[in-house]
């Protein structure tokens, strides 16, 4: 076959595939203008005849979603710091510091990935309850401080750290949480921002979790609190397009703005493994 007619072939199978993913987001921004009801003729309009801000003041200041997008916000941002510096110590102790039991508590951690999380989702509960934490922002951060993932992608990168460097500092008299500090986590950079947008776009899109430990509304996060809007406006399509416009757009915007570092930090940790 002819190069350029292949290379036509190629470009145009992936121009029609990213036109069919991103449609549906087009669609779904363009209905959130629309008048009530407007989407629900046959055939569906491709754009708003009378584009409108109304669904947006609806849910902001009718439907309480600024005090959702709060909690959304508070709840990501908290599990991510934690989970970052919980995961960024024990990946590296795992990778470079010797202590009794390593190799198997290891494989036991590994053990823990093919294990669903739905398994732990109910002693997890009672945990929590016991502790007084239902019903609370500790009761979805506590349980995603650290991960099974997190520690693994931490470590498989840190092995890559020449062992020399760090014998080096420590003959210079350094001590580990210095080494750490100074030597370690500025070498961690890729993967740190890896393992933070992958955290918070987990921790902000996760509904089964905080479905069972918040029974307040007032600590519900964006998903639950649009679950919740959604059936009381089951048939307004409009209003619920307008709320995965605002569940939609901060991930999509911090995702498209740390691309290159995400998906180079995924490369160099499963190289340097």
């Known amino acids: 076959m002819n190069p350029r007619i292949a290379r036509t072939i190629i470009y145009g199978l992936l121009i029609g595939g990213t036109f069919v993913a991103v449609f549906p987001l087009l669609w779904m921004f363009s209905v959130s203008f629309m008048q009530p009801g407007e989407a629900s003729s046959l055939p569906p309009p491709l754009w708003p005849a009378h584009a409108s801000w109304h669904n947006y003041e609806v849910l902001f200041l009718r439907a309480g979603v600024g005090r959702y997008l709060f909690n959304s916000f508070a709840i990501s941002t908290a599990i991510t710091l934690l989970s970052l510096a919980f995961n960024l110590m024990a990946g590296y102790a795992f990778a470079k510091l010797r202590f009794a039991g390593r190799e198997r508590l290891f494989q036991t951690l590994l053990g823990m990935l093919v294990i669903p999380a739905q398994v732990a989702m109910l ?119 307008a709320g995965s416009v605002v569940t939609v757009i901060p991930v999509l915007v911090l995702f498209l703005a740390m691309q290159r570092y995400y998906i180079e930090g995924l490369l160099l940790g499963s190289v340097k493994g």
């Open 123 to 241: 002693p997890l509960f009672l945990m929590l309850k016991y502790l007084g934490l239902v019903n609370s922002y500790a009761a979805v951060i506590v349980p995603a401080m650290a991960t099974a993932f997190g520690i693994f992608l931490v470590r498989q990168y840190a092995r890559g750290i020449p062992d020399e460097l760090l014998e080096a500092a420590r003959i210079d008299g350094a001590s580990e949480w210095r080494i750490f500090g100074r030597i370690v986590l500025p070498l961690l950079k890729p993967i740190m921002v890896t393992l933070a947008i992958f955290t918070f776009l987990t921790a902000w899109n996760d509904f089964m979790w905080p479905l069972i430990a918040l029974t307040g509304q007032e600590h519900y996060t964006l998903p639950l609190g649009l679950a919740s809007l959604a059936r009381e406006h089951a048939q307004d399509s409009e209003l619920m397009m």
